[in-house]
């Protein structure tokens, strides 16, 4: 087992589980306790569901050196992308949602449009997240780490190319 040197990594993924969990779980909510069953609702809870086993997944691969070096670099590249994509389109889905606002938070009660607002900026918060590990990610691709061991990924099929 790898000695966890990423430290920053390790957080950043531990993050990403932390609000996946807190997006998904809200959007559940919405689901099932207040019959909001509509598909951007159930786009956030694949999107959520899937980003915290990712995440989980990729803490475990950021501390064990033989899943690092296969599961980094391009891997890791497309899949955070994938993720950005995901994220943007579940929060972005959430804040076109015109009936519940920041402005229809009331305090006093525990309303639908306060989860419905809970998953949103857990949304938001994730695609962040996401966006950050998708930067960290290209650069360690680019730095040499992971599958294409520091060529460019063309290099790679340079013979299957050449003929």
Known sequence: MADCMRVSKL???????????IA????????????LRAS?????????VTAFLLAIFYAIVTCVEGLKRTFSGVIEVLVNAI???????AAGSF?????????????RTFTKCDVFLASEAFGWLSWF??????IISVVEMRRGEGLTGGKPFSMLYKDVWSG
């Open 129 to 134: 997240l996401w966006a950050g590990s998708l």
């Open 95 to 107: 804040a076109a949602w015109a009936e519940c606002r920041p402005s229809n938070v009331d305090t």
């Open 83 to 89: 993720w950005v994509v995901f994220w943007l389109a």
């Open 11 to 21: 957080i950043l993924r531990v993050l990403q589980v932390v609000f996946a969990l």
């Open 40 to 48: 951007y609702v159930q786009f956030m809870v694949f999107t959520g």
């Open 24 to 35: 998904f779980a809200s959007a559940a909510s919405l689901y099932n306790s207040y019959a």
